[in-house]
């Protein structure tokens, strides 16, 4: 059955672009902007809720079909479990993100165009997770991008605009990458909508260009999310980033690759993943290691966490290359537990650098200065035992899942090398609280009188214990998107109709 016209699907993209335009009008007012976009993204997120909430009641996709066009001439956008539910756990983390923007210090937030900019950033990662084709994708990605780009440009860090470059650029070649993709699946098949993509390959599945579409589509999701070895801008670009914009972007705009190669192995390409999914499994096991040894040895905090990010990214990777539902359920989970607690933990690093003379997150400038903010250390180490999987963090569920399907699938020895780069996380994130909260404040050292607050990463940990205790709801949608994963028809029929 097909659902047309529905509105709620395209809700989310409708009130982030008209906040992000009104703030820009209003950008001579800085506190009624701030309030504004603060207003804005919570709505953007209420709505997300809302169509979750519906989508996952109705037991089947809502289809927005602009200007009326119907699949595959117009462009849909399609709101199922696994689109809406990532969309949910996005704007959930960008809310926080403008919260902490808002009690920040850092000059780039006075800004006239940095909140429009981060709500465009959020308007491009929920598009490109609401699209339903793929040229839509590159433009939403390319919205992201620009949006990222320049407020990583403007950033306090002299660092940023190096980084803004790096990124750009890199960016521009994953998008050639997705170009590239585009114009084979074209001249394949004559369409570019997701659904109908979806059901002409299953139906031809033997025209010569498809593996170098499936190859160019696997580059560029694995540019968007840093998977090594494509992650060589994201350690400096990240660590450049305004606090705020780097926690959103190491948090939740990587998901955008995950989303990706989720969409592929369960809707696009089910039949030619084979080789793909053995690839994810290497690439993943290599990230952890890579990711948790460079963590472990960098020289500053927000680069620490930049580099974690690699790590456990690489945890989801083999969830996705494992492929069982229950494999699947452990990696929505730890998306979503990921999302959370990266996000406040790169708040809570924001908070002791922003107390340092010389506003950096540089152990050797931040070392003992954590005795300032003693419940940030508190945070942050209960953030560092979610990474790391220990209770009662919502970490621990997920790495719970994720062990028990390599367990059934019996894949015994990547099984330890994934417990063994949760041993990994956990002295990383030791060694960082050792050196910011443990390690005596040096009596040269004259700290800031005042930083930023640290009530958004108080929230995000917070909701990260209640998942962990009470993990059921989350468990539960993360079942129901699984399930609806596993019936791509469902998705086809509700785009193009009986």
Known sequence: MQITGNYLAILP?????TGAIIGLLIRQHRRLQEGWSFAVIVMAFISSLILLSQVWRGGQPFVYHIGGWSAPFGISIVADLLSTTMVMMSLLVI?????????????VTEYPTFYPLFLLLALGLTGGLLTGDLFNLFVFAELMVISAT?????????????????????????????????????????????????????????????????????????VKSAVVPFHFWQPDFHTAAPTPVHAVLSSVVVKLGIYGFLRMSTLLFIDQMDVAK??????????????????????????????????????????????????????????????????????????????SPAKTAAFSEITGLGKVVPISGILFLLGGMGLAGIPPMNGFISKFFLVKSGVEAGEYLPLALLLLGSIITLVYVIRAYQKIWWIPLPKSVKPKPYGDMFLAPAILIGLSIVLGIWCEPLLQLAEATVSSMSIPTEYILAVLGD
């Open 13 to 17: 993209i409708v009130i982030l672009l």
């Open 95 to 107: 809310s926080a993100g403008i919260l902490y923007a808002l009690g920040c210090k850092d000059i």
């Open 150 to 222: 320049i407020l990583t440009a403007i950033s306090d860090d002299k660092k940023g605009v190096e980084a803004a470059y790096k990124y750009f650029y890199i960016s521009l070649i994953a998008g050639v990458f997705l170009l590239l993709s585009v114009g084979a699946l074209y001249a394949s098949y004559g369409s570019l909508n997701i659904a109908d993509l979806a059901n002409r390959i299953q139906i031809n599945p033997d025209l010569p260009l498809l593996p170098m579409a499936i190859v160019f589509l696997l580059a560029f999701f694995m």
């Open 278 to 355: 053995i690839v994810l499994i290497f690439l993943g096991i290599v990230g952890i290691f890579f990711g948790g040894l460079g963590a472990t040895a960098t020289y500053d905090a927000k680069r620490m966490l930049a580099y974690s990010t690699l790590g456990q990214l690489g945890f989801i990777l083999v969830g996705i290359g494992w492929g069982s539902s229950l494999a699947l359920v452990a990696v929505i989970v730890y998306s979503f537990n990921h999302s959370l607690l990266k996000a406040s933990m790169l708040m809570l690093a924001g908070t002791v650098s922003s107390r």
